[in-house]
């Protein structure tokens, strides 16, 4: 069982850069998050899906672009990427609130 | 703005002892307090979780200590082994799930 699938699983961009990350659950979740990841900074919430069809923004969402797909897929776009989001990207997804969050492996990006 | 406070930052256990890591949160509104343990090049997974109605909560080696008074919380491991070396992060969860900053843990043989 795959649960949470990223990919990929690393990419360098140039300033300026866009790019999709993409992400999908086969666990029947309603619920889908992307979570950044950075030294000293724990996990930041950059948007989150509650359920299909809504999209609502996190701690750190400027810069970043969602779109739930449908049910299983969850992406999140960089349109014009810079340094300052070079990190690792979690997506992950739960069954609702205050229930455990599934992750996947991450995407290291680096921006160039 | 820190939600969710994590210490120490990295913590060193002889195998064998007992690992403690403390985390506090301010917002009374959080009704679950999960535990996620990461090794490199791995996403969190979820460890333990306990729910502000219970003080303690016991899964093998693992423990949170909960104190719904001091609004803290804690993780021990006991006996800890080289194998649990890794990240681990307390978090909040009120609608969605708010992280400490992470406790690095190495156990040393």
């Known amino acids: 069982n795959a649960g949470v699938t990223q990919t990929p699983k690393f990419q360098v961009l140039k300033t300026g850069q866009s790019m999709t990350l993409q992400c999908a659950q086969d666990?029947?979740?309603?619920?889908m998050y992307w979570y950044r990841q950075d030294p000293g900074m724990g996990l930041r919430l950059i948007y989150y899906?509650?359920?299909?069809?809504?999209?609502d923004k996190g701690e750190v969402p400027n810069g970043y672009n969602v779109s739930r797909l449908n049910k299983r897929e969850f992406s999140l776009r960089l349109e014009s990427a810079a340094p300052s989001q070079t990190s690792v990207y979690f997506c992950?997804?739960?069954?609702?609130?205050?229930?455990?969050?599934?992750f996947g492996s991450g995407t290291r990006l680096t921006v160039v | 703005q820190q939600q969710v406070k994590q210490s120490p930052q990295s913590l060193i256990v002889q195998k064998g002892g007992i690992s403690i890591i403390n985390c506090a949160y301010e917002?009374?509104?959080?009704?679950?307090f999960p535990w996620y343990q990461q090794f490199p090049g791995k996403g969190p997974a979820l460890l333990i979780a306990?729910?502000?109605?219970?003080s303690e909560k016991k899964e093998g080696r693992f423990t949170i200590s909960f104190n719904k008074s001091a609004k803290q919380f804690s993780l021990h491991i006991m006996d800890s082994q080289p194998g649990d070396s890794a990240t681990y992060f307390c978090?909040?969860?009120?609608?969605?799930?708010?992280f400490g900053t992470g406790t690095r843990l190495l156990v040393s043989p």
């Open positions: 917002n009374t509104a959080f009704d679950y």
């Open positions: 992950a997804s739960s069954s609702g609130t205050a229930y455990g969050y599934t």
């Open positions: 306990i729910r502000p109605d219970v």
């Open positions: 899906s509650a359920s299909e069809g809504t999209t």
């Open positions: 666990m029947n979740h309603n619920s």
């Open positions: 978090a909040a969860d009120f609608q969605k799930l708010v």
